[in-house]
Nanobody, 119 residues
Framework: QVQLVESGGGLVQAGGSLRLSCAAS????????MGWYRQAPGKQRELVAA???????NYAASVKGRFTISRDSAKNTVYLQMNSLKPEDTADYYC?????????????WGKGTLVTVSS
């Protein structure tokens, strides 16, 4: 069993910063991708940023240049540094882990952490 625990959410004023963390624990053979998703009220869950085992990163257009994803492979932890936050960044932020070899493609989700950006 794999558990993902997010932390670092909270209330911040527009223009401020937050750093989210997601720590994975349990029976993890290898990690292919770790990423952050978000879901605002009444909207679908969307990809925010992801980082592969090789260090390749992918960002949603709406956060590119403001958010930075990073990963500590030794600790199976992924971070999301969020700068220049906007009210439209308000959402529940979820961490996702996708396994690599030998069981490719199994996905695990955290329970989420709430980010609220006030105007």
């Amino acid at each position: 069993q794999v558990q993902l625990v997010e932390s670092g959410g909270g209330l911040v004023q527009a223009g401020g910063s937050l750093r989210l963390s997601c720590a994975a624990s349990g029976s993890i053979s290898s990690v292919l991708i770790m990423g952050w998703y978000r879901q605002a009220p009444g909207k679908q869950r969307e990809l925010v940023a992801a980082v592969s085992s090789g260090g390749d990163t992918n960002y949603a257009a709406s956060v590119k240049g403001r958010f930075t994803i990073s990963r500590d492979s030794a600790k199976n932890t992924v971070y999301l540094q969020m700068n220049s936050l906007k009210p439209e960044d308000t959402a529940d932020y979820y961490c996702k882990l996708t396994t690599g070899w030998p069981n490719y493609g199994i996905e695990y989700w955290g329970k989420g952490t709430l980010v609220t950006v006030s105007s």
